[in-house]
């Protein structure tokens, strides 16, 4: 979305001076096209939520952009924030006055996920490019709504999980690449079984679990609750349920399946060729689920329309589970495989195509990132199918398509779910 200008005598020479160079350079709301940036230009970035994870956005990603806003409602968060950020950048408590900054090209929200779905459109909306962390929507419905927002205002949108495209992926010792010209020669065969587990290298993180025996505390000076809530049920304040330990409730996220959902679901969509796709049946074993506090489970299973399979083994009750098994072969924990010359038919095998996997180079080409608000949200859809699997304890069959439960209107009131006046999608 472009940004309405005024043309200046400034800008005319600006432009004038450029004609008479072998470098055009045009200040950004000039260069014409939607949302395009010049080459020659330094991006600018806010950061809105700066506790935990949010100050790893604000001190190590996206450096080679300038940081000029950090946001958070607590106020001790802000300022540590601040001191940290450099002389450029204000502190801010409402995010809405961050992304309402013509100066800013690019919004991280780094905030608990029921904000990240209000805030990545609103960014859209004020023409912002987005950095968000997974998962990527608290909702089915918000993930679509966060798709159709980056599409109409032609925004950058970027995930911040990346083991599809960089880094060791988990407990196989290398990263997705090989792996993924593996499963794409069809070496292994057609369906294929993921088993995401202990024994196959990848930790459920169970810690992550609310409690069902909390007792209502004073909110601490300087924490603003009620923003922190936004859209959120209004329910009485504890500290477990902020900061650090708000993943334990199903209102902000759901648990160690929200935490590390999409680091370790979303490679294996990539693996597996489902970047347009969703499973059709979803089926959990586990304890019954408090409505409120996030519990533990023993069992997920995705089953898609051509027989793949994706298990998380929260139990890890296969001791000698494969992380991928195809009728032809495995591919176990370490990278190893039960097919004989693994490693030198892997280094004869042709490379996959190859992903777009810097940011800055995405937002200044304005081609997609590697991952995307599209092939996220069906990452994204992988963790809410598996949290409504487990609030519902019952098997559920999902229409891919529209992306809706089938003859189920209690499953499906979990896809869109209200929020709290004023907020809304």
Not at 87 to 101: F, H, L, N, S, T
Not at 265 to 274: E, G, R, S, V
Request: charged share 25%; net charge positive.
């Amino acid at each position: 979305m472009n940004k309405k200008h005024t043309y200046t005598r400034r800008d005319f020479v600006k432009t004038s001076i450029a004609a008479f160079t072998t470098l055009t350079i045009l200040p950004r709301h000039v260069y014409g096209g939607a949302g395009v940036t010049p080459p020659s230009e330094i991006l600018t970035r806010a950061v809105i939520g700066t506790g935990g994870m949010g100050m790893g956005h604000v001190t190590g990603m996206n450096k080679g952009c300038k940081l000029l806003a950090v946001c958070d409602v607590d106020e001790k968060h802000l300022a540590n924030a601040l001191k940290a950020a450099g002389p450029d950048a204000k502190g801010y408590k409402d995010w809405q006055e961050v992304i309402a900054r013509k100066d800013i090209d690019i919004i991280h929200i780094p905030t608990p996920p029921h904000w990240h779905a209000l805030m990545s459109i609103a960014a859209a909306q004020a023409g912002k490019d987005i950095w968000c962390e997974k998962p990527m929507s608290r909702t089915i419905a918000e993930g679509e709504a966060v798709v159709a927002a980056v599409a109409k205002h032609e925004r950058i949108f970027r995930l911040n999980t990346w083991f599809r495209f960089q880094d060791n992926f988990y407990g196989m010792g290398v990263p997705v690449k090989p792996i993924k010209k593996v499963v794409e020669s069809g070496m292994l065969g057609w369906p294929l079984k993921v088993t995401l587990s202990a024994t196959t290298g990848f930790d459920w993180k169970f810690g992550w679990v609310g409690r069902t025996d909390l007792v209502e505390q004073p909110v601490p000076p300087g924490l603003d609750y009620n923003a922190w809530l936004g859209p959120a049920p209004l329910k009485p304040y504890h500290p477990h349920r902020v900061h650090g330990t708000f993943r334990g409730y199903w209102d902000y996220d759901g648990g160690g399946l929200g935490d590390m959902g999409q680091h370790y679901l979303d490679p294996i969509q990539y693996l597996l060729a489902k970047d347009g796709d969703s499973p059709i049946e979803i089926e959990s074993d586990a304890p019954k689920q408090d409505l409120d506090a996030v519990g533990t489970w023993r069992r997920i299973r995705f089953k898609y329309a051509d027989g793949c399979e994706i298990i998380l083994d929260g139990a890890n009750a296969d001791k000698d589970a494969a992380f991928i098994a195809g009728p032809n072969g495995k591919i176990m924990k370490g990278f190893k495989s039960d097919i004989p010359d693994f490693a030198k038919k892997v280094a004869e095998l042709k490379d996959p195509e190859p992903q777009l996997t810097d940011f800055v180079q995405a937002v200044r080409t304005r081609k997609k990132f590697a991952l995307n608000e599209i092939n996220g949200h069906r990452s994204c859809t992988l963790v809410n199918l598996g949290k409504t699997a487990l609030q519902t304890g019952r098997v559920l069959h999902f229409d891919s398509k529209t992306q809706r439960f089938i003859n189920d209107d209690n499953a499906n009131t979990y896809v869109n779910q209200p929020m709290r006046a004023p907020w809304k999608i």
